[in-house]
């Protein structure tokens, strides 16, 4: 039976982060949609982050006096209103003008924290300078590793509360849509370009008048020339890093006497290695399937990595988070947070900043609910016994 589905683009009347994706869809032009949207290869990881949920079934309570509910979720020492961050995500200027300030400016309202990606098209500073943000800094490493110094540099100028380095990036995942869409490193090819003319909206947005926008906290590692988005799309890539390995970590905890995460492990033998490293913060991630295809979700090993690390360092996860149900899943197998991806982006795209606003209230209230109906009236009364992992 064909269920209709809202078909507008009102984010107002987005139910649920599905509805924001498909509002999204209908705003961008179709490859910026994909950058979004796709994975690796022939996306299997990108699917199973999805599908990694159902195995996981609830075993509710019923009589316990569910009155008020509370989310309130302490990280590093803060309280927030919900354990949720809007994790990194580079480019967010090609899905609204300013993108990364809306994200940032919803997530200050909410009160979660909000990673910036070094691949951003705002510069750090001018996210530093939100006010009442908790804002956090995600950095890949480059060769150019006196770049890299000059980063934590104004990072720490800047008054970041904390950094985090991506572990799974070292080499760039294979994503065919970024490449078939294009007929070289950032022109689309014609069939895109025709679509593009149904997309005054967005044209006027993101490309009117400097076309599109560039990436501004790597001016220092790009020649003046390669400055714009294709000549900068050729550098990113080739400049990551291949060595990026341990000594690094302990390179840059020497340097950055603040919070340091790392965002990109999934193994409880690595993660275990990271503490030892002096790393305050993990987040359980596979890049939501753009990286190694066939990877692990950090559903499948979240457990086991709390049971080994749990008590030593926050640990986090990302990757095909949509519903509140994910996250509290996520919370009863030990996870102290979520960041969230494309998710809030869908609500970016769908609506600017209301619109991401709306996406974080949408998972509140599932969050809530969930809460409710399982029994329970606070996030720690969760636990793996809340669950029940079904065999196929
Ligand atoms: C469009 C897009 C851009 C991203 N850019 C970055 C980035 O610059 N740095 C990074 O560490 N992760 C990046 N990621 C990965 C996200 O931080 C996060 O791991 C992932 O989106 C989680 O999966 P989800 O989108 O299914 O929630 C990006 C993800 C998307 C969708």
Redesign the pocket.
């Known amino acids: 039976m064909k269920r209709p589905r809202y078909t507008g683009k009102n984010y107002k009347k987005a139910l649920n982060i599905e509805d924001l994706e498909r509002i999204a869809k209908r705003r961008l032009p179709n490859f910026v949609f994909e ?4 994975g690796s290869d022939d996306e299997h990881t ?1 699917r199973h ?2 599908s990694v949920f159902d195995q996981y079934l609830f075993e509710p309570k019923t009589m316990t006096n569910v009155g008020p509910r509370k989310l309130d979720t302490p990280l590093f020492g803060r309280t927030h209103p919900m354990p949720l961050a809007i ?6 200027g090609m899905l609204t003008r300013d993108g990364d300030l809306k994200l940032a400016r919803a997530a200050r309202d909410a009160g979660i924290p909000f ?1 910036l ?4 098209t705002t510069r750090l500073e001018e996210i530093a300078a939100v006010e009442g943000l908790t804002a956090w800094m ?1 950095i ?1 490493f480059y060769r150019d590793r006196e770049f890299v110094k000059s980063m934590i540099r104004r990072c720490a100028d800047a008054g970041f509360d904390a950094i ?1 380095v ?1 572990t ?2 070292a080499i760039y995942g294979n994503r065919e849509w970024d490449v078939r869409n294009f007929r070289q490193p950032m022109k689309p090819t014609l069939a895109n370009l025709l679509h593009l003319l149904t997309k005054p909206g967005w044209m006027s947005d993101v490309l009117w008048p400097d076309g599109l926008p560039t990436f501004k906290n790597l001016d220092d590692l790009l020649p003046p020339d390669k400055r714009n988005a294709q000549g900068a799309s050729q550098i990113i890539g080739p400049q990551l890093d291949p060595t990026l390995n341990w000594d690094d970590i302990a390179w840059l905890r020497e340097l950055w006497p603040g919070k340091l995460m790392l ?2 492990i999934l193994s409880p033998n690595e993660a275990e290695m990271a503490v030892d490293h002096g790393v305050d913060g993990i ?1 359980l ?6 990286q190694l295809n066939h990877s692990l979700s950090p559903m499948d090993t979240l457990a086991e990595v709390k049971a080994r690390v749990g008590e030593r360092c926050q640990l986090f996860v ?5 519903r509140g149900t994910d996250i509290i899943k996520a919370r009863a197998l030990g996870a102290d947070a979520v ?5 809030t ?1 869908y609500g970016l795209a769908a609506g600017g900043q209301p619109g991401v606003a709306h996406a974080l209230s949408l998972l509140k209230k599932e969050m809530e609910s969930t809460l409710g109906l399982l029994g329970h009236t606070h996030l720690d009364a969760l636990d793996a016994t809340c669950l029940r992992q079904r065999r196929f």
């Open positions: 950058y979004v949207y796709g990108l982050n999805r994790g990194p995500t580079g480019f967010n990673v990606s070094s691949v951003s995600q890949y985090v991506t799974d990036s965002k990109g987040v991630s596979n890049h939501g399937g753009r990302d990757s095909g988070f949509r960041w969230l991806g494309r998710a982006l």
